[in-house]
């Protein structure tokens, strides 16, 4: 008897967790990746990702009330790049790779998952089944194991904070300062986790890694801004919101760090 019940639990946790992971799976977005040409001028003559572009803005407004609509925008990961920069174009290319080659290149390509949709009409026309199509169980767990592959800026996690800083910028020396405070407080073990990535002229591509961090943490409407801090899926920009983040913080609580696949 005593043996059935250990035997009726096991199996009951069994169903249990294999219900969790399918439910798990179900509520995993379809990725949306939406690459577009914007030469909106002044920051393209040096290929630097500053503000996001009029048309950038347009069209995630554009493509997040097409979602809205359909009532899918919680099933949808949306990101909206410019292949104006050179990165961008770069993904664009590789993402081509695992698709049909096109006699001519159209924009927008939209990659609802592995599906591509060239141009606007195509877009508007089958972007809402592709949704659907992509959205199935066996989709989905395709892109959790690595058969399917995204067409998004692939990403990876890490056990660090990562602080964009730059030197001469009086609004980071006080970020700075008040970091040392509380890197004091804790007993020195704050800074023991954290990356110092600088930005500037005199730093190639550092720009373009923080557009690109802003981008993974759904801030790419923003502008370009240090002192910026990424930590445990928050990007934090400016003083007031680190100072906010910082002043409760566990030192001994776990980093997992979302940072594009790239970065080093």
Not at 105 to 126: H, Q
Not at 142 to 164: D, N, W
Not at 206 to 213: G, I, N, P, V, Y
Request: overall charge negative.
């Amino acid at each position: 008897m005593k043996r059935k019940m250990i035997f009726g639990a096991v199996l009951f946790l069994f169903l249990a967790g294999g219900i969790g992971a399918i439910w798990k799976i179900n509520r995993v977005p379809v990725p949306v990746s939406c690459y577009i040409y914007d030469q909106c001028g002044g920051c393209s003559v040096t290929d630097h990702p500053c503000n996001a572009c009029t048309g950038e803005r347009q069209y995630r407004i554009k493509m997040e009330s097409m979602l809205e609509e359909a009532g899918v925008r919680d099933r949808a990961e949306l990101k909206i790049y410019n292949v104006l920069y050179s990165f961008y174009r770069n993904d664009l290319t590789k993402a081509m790779q695992t698709s049909s080659e096109p006699a001519q290149m159209t924009y927008p390509a939209v990659f609802v998952g592995s599906t591509m949709l060239l141009g606007e009409d195509e877009v508007e026309a089958k972007l809402l089944s592709s949704i659907k199509a992509e959205g199935t169980f066996r989709k989905k767990l395709g892109y959790l194991l690595g058969i399917q592959k995204e067409t998004h800026m692939g990403s990876r996690e890490i056990p660090r904070i990562v602080f964009f800083t730059m030197e001469g910028c009086p609004d980071c020396q006080e970020a700075k300062e008040w970091l040392d405070g509380r890197n004091e407080e804790l007993d020195y073990k704050l800074y023991e986790k954290f990356d110092f990535y600088p930005v500037g002229s005199g730093e190639p591509g550092s720009w373009e890694m923080l557009k690109k961090f802003y981008i993974l943490y759904g801030r790419e409407q923003e502008s370009l801004w240090v002192p910026t801090i990424i930590v445990n899926g928050r990007c934090l920009i400016g003083m007031e919101e680190i100072r906010d983040y910082f002043e409760d913080y566990d030192i001994d609580g776990k980093i997992n760090t979302e940072v594009p696949n790239d970065y080093e």
